[in-house]
């Protein structure tokens, strides 16, 4: 697999009308998975629940816990093949995985989407909360407050909720790993909303880190910089999606499977001297955190 060739002549105009958008439609398909790599059974035992599981970094993690021993269960909206295709390529590395559809905005169905994990599998020793949403506007005064509270519902609220409720069965050696992004760091003056919410998704982190340390529960989070997943095509135009990831210093877009190795060094006891950390995944830009 060599990313330095991949995308070189840049990504073909393309859109969607609905997000989190369709895996399937993308083309190029992003790489979500590194096939020399193999697990040596970091995660042999445990089960893992990840919102947005069905594609983009959400696959890449899923199949990456496969290929390291864990049950997962993946989350998702309505996105039904994408989640079948995630499903079928797990289960091929021997383990079981759980689809569960449904809206991650909606507390009751957050805590049923844990309990349906536990009743599934016995246990719950990993919770990555993934799943987004993002809707660009040039002016603040163009976001309505139902799109304000859209936002925060899926982007923030649902990761309040799956912890909420993940404490439930949690115990000392579990993982909670909360995926935010670059924007909160430097700005995004057309995603003001969901850049909002990745900030509090940041401070979410911290103040939980320090909560659930005296319970042996390590709390972190990953920062994607522009990364090709379906969100891309499902949020912006044509034109965007062209030139999406080339003003990285890498100058291109980051694939989903080019996080896997932190999201499973966060899981694993690799990690157990870290909690309340952000590890940054953007293609070369400096952030000062």
């Known amino acids: 697999m060599d990313l330095r060739e991949y995308l070189t002549n840049g990504i073909p105009r393309q859109t969607q009308d609905q997000q989190p958008g369709s895996e399937r439609e993308m083309n190029p398909a992003p790489i979500y998975e590194d096939e020399s790599y193999k697990g040596s059974g970091k995660l042999k035992g445990k089960v893992a629940l990840i919102t947005g599981g069905d594609s983009g970094i959400g696959r890449a993690v899923s199949v990456a816990y496969a290929k390291e021993g864990a049950h997962v269960a993946i989350v998702y909206l309505n996105e039904h093949e994408d989640a079948e295709d995630t499903q079928k390529r797990v289960e091929q590395e021997g383990v079981k995985c759980l689809t569960i559809a449904g809206d991650v905005g909606d507390e009751a169905f957050c805590e049923k989407a844990v309990e349906k994990t536990v009743e599934a599998f016995g246990q719950l020793d990993i919770l990555v909360n993934n799943a987004a949403e993002q809707h660009p506007k040039e002016r603040i005064q163009d976001i309505s407050s139902e799109q304000l509270h859209q936002t925060f519902r899926t982007n923030f609220y649902s990761y309040f909720y799956f912890t909420k409720k993940a404490l439930d069965y949690l115990k000392p050696g579990s993982s909670i790993i909360n995926t935010t992004s670059i924007n909160p760091y430097r700005g995004n003056k057309v995603l003001i909303?969901?850049?909002?919410?990745?900030?509090?998704?940041?401070?979410?982190?911290?103040?939980?880190?320090?909560?659930?340390?005296?319970?042996?529960?390590?709390?972190?989070?990953?920062?994607?910089?522009?990364?090709?997943?379906?969100?891309?095509?499902?949020?912006?135009?044509?034109?965007?999606?062209?030139?999406?990831?080339?003003?990285?210093?890498?100058?291109?877009?980051?694939?989903?499977?080019?996080?896997?190795?932190?999201?499973?060094?966060?899981?694993?006891?690799?990690?157990?001297?870290?909690?309340?950390?952000?590890?940054?995944?953007?293609g070369g830009s400096f952030m000062n955190t």
């Open 193 to 282: 909303d969901y850049t909002a919410t990745k900030g509090a998704i940041n401070g979410f982190t911290r103040s939980m880190a320090q909560s659930l340390v005296k319970d042996g529960i390590q709390v972190n989070g990953v920062a994607p910089g522009p990364i090709w997943t379906p969100l891309i095509p499902s949020t912006f135009d044509e034109d965007s999606v062209e030139s999406f990831g080339a003003e990285t210093p890498m100058g291109r877009p980051g694939q989903p499977v080019e996080h896997v190795g932190c999201y499973v060094l966060l899981a694993s006891d690799e990690s157990s001297y870290m909690t309340g950390q952000t590890l940054h995944v953007n």
